[in-house]
């Protein structure tokens, strides 16, 4: 992972956020919307306004804007705080930000938001995020998220509502799965509202969700928690079809033996899909889990 570069480009593999509003700022031809950069920009004015009403950032908060497009969402955020940072990997759009916004405002890293390292952004204090993310990298940026959630405080995300759904499902439904335990460890995420492709221009073919996620302790997924976690949901979700100890045996080296062990470990019923246990019980089953390392 890179330490954010200030005002450089590198790797376009996604686009920047879908979030922006019409030419402002002296720009009269604004860049189009790419579609290999998934971009739709957020029109709907009252949308964005409670955007940042739910992130209700402090004038003192440190705060990121995920993939700022044309600056709609920017230009709302620095009416109530006087300085934000945000990434934007379209170097089009990058300049098109400066020409709106002067530096000691915006400090504008130019880079693919995958590769800037959360921790060189929160050295002073934790971040406060808004963003309106391209499709093509919302599971990673929620994955993102989790990993690094030691350097986020809070944020308001929007995503697609299939992601949407998956990040906020119940045990026991189709959208229930390893997304959804490790967000959910992590974070307390809201689903707030969604929005009609009518919010965006050029119109997306989907319905978008707007969601908040507010940091959980620290002790709720520990960092010697993850690895394990990971593997275990890595090995219940391989074949949702298939019940819990069946995947369990495919996964482990001692096979049958290991995975009944495993179970009566935890008091977990073997004959359930994976999409039945509840978090608790992934969790108890990544503290069991062979080769854990523990703090």
Do not use: C
């Given at each position: 992972?890179l330490p954010p570069?200030v005002?450089?480009?590198?790797?376009?593999?996604?686009?920047?956020?879908?979030?922006a509003g019409?030419?402002?700022g002296?720009?009269?031809?604004?860049?189009?919307?790419?579609?290999?950069?998934?971009q739709?920009?957020?029109?709907?004015t009252?949308?964005?306004?409670?955007?940042?009403?739910?992130?209700?950032?402090?004038?003192?908060?440190?705060v990121?804007?995920?993939?700022?497009?044309r600056?709609?969402?920017?230009?709302?955020?620095?009416?109530?705080?006087?300085?934000?940072?945000?990434?934007?990997?379209d170097?089009?759009l990058?300049?098109l930000?400066?020409?709106?916004?002067?530096?000691?405002?915006?400090r504008?890293?130019?880079?693919?938001?995958?590769?800037?390292?959360?921790?060189?952004?929160?050295?002073?204090?934790?971040?406060?995020?808004?963003?309106?993310?391209?499709?093509?990298i919302?599971?990673?940026?929620?994955?993102k998220?989790?990993?690094?959630?030691?350097?986020?405080?809070?944020?308001?995300?929007?995503?697609?509502?299939?992601?949407?759904?998956?990040?906020?499902?119940?045990?026991?439904?189709?959208?229930?799965?390893?997304l959804?335990?490790?967000?959910?460890?992590?974070?307390?995420?809201?689903?707030?509202?969604d929005?009609?492709?009518?919010?965006f221009?050029?119109?997306?073919?989907?319905?978008?969700?707007?969601?908040?996620?507010?940091?959980?302790e620290?002790?709720?997924?520990?960092?010697?928690l993850?690895?394990?976690?990971?593997?275990?949901?890595?090995a219940?979700?391989?074949?949702?079809?298939?019940?819990?100890?069946?995947?369990?045996?495919?996964?482990?080296?001692?096979?049958?033996d290991?995975a009944?062990?495993?179970?009566?470990?935890?008091?977990?019923?073997?004959?359930?899909?994976?999409?039945?246990?509840?978090?608790?019980?992934?969790v108890?089953?990544a503290?069991a889990?062979?080769?854990?390392?523990?703090?």
């Amino acid at each position: 992972m890179l330490p954010p570069r200030v005002s450089s480009f590198a790797g376009r593999r996604q686009s920047s956020t879908r979030d922006a509003g019409g030419p402002g700022g002296g720009a009269p031809d604004p860049p189009r919307a790419r579609k290999r950069f998934g971009q739709n920009f957020l029109t709907d004015t009252v949308a964005i306004r409670r955007i940042v009403a739910a992130l209700a950032p402090g004038a003192s908060e440190n705060v990121l804007e995920i993939g700022p497009g044309r600056g709609a969402l920017t230009e709302a955020l620095l009416a109530v705080v006087p300085s934000i940072s945000a990434v934007e990997i379209d170097r089009d759009l990058a300049a098109l930000l400066r020409s709106r916004f002067p530096a000691d405002r915006l400090r504008l890293i130019e880079e693919d938001v995958l590769l800037v390292a959360f921790e060189s952004l929160a050295r002073q204090a934790q971040l406060v995020i808004a963003g309106n993310l391209p499709y093509n990298i919302s599971k990673p940026v929620a994955m993102k998220l989790v990993l690094e959630r030691r350097s986020v405080l809070r944020a308001v995300l929007m995503f697609q509502r299939e992601v949407a759904d998956r990040l906020t499902a119940l045990p026991g439904t189709g959208a229930y799965g390893p997304l959804t335990v490790l967000a959910g460890r992590a974070y307390r995420i809201e689903r707030l509202f969604d929005l009609a492709p009518g919010a965006f221009h050029p119109r997306p073919k989907v319905v978008s969700t707007v969601t908040r996620w507010t940091s959980r302790e620290a002790g709720d997924l520990p960092e010697s928690l993850v690895a394990p976690l990971k593997a275990v949901l890595g090995a219940a979700f391989a074949h949702r079809r298939q019940t819990l100890r069946k995947n369990l045996r495919a996964a482990l080296r001692g096979g049958d033996d290991d995975a009944v062990a495993l179970l009566a470990q935890t008091g977990l019923d073997g004959a359930l899909r994976a999409e039945r246990i509840p978090p608790e019980g992934f969790v108890a089953l990544a503290h069991a889990w062979p080769g854990r390392r523990t703090p």
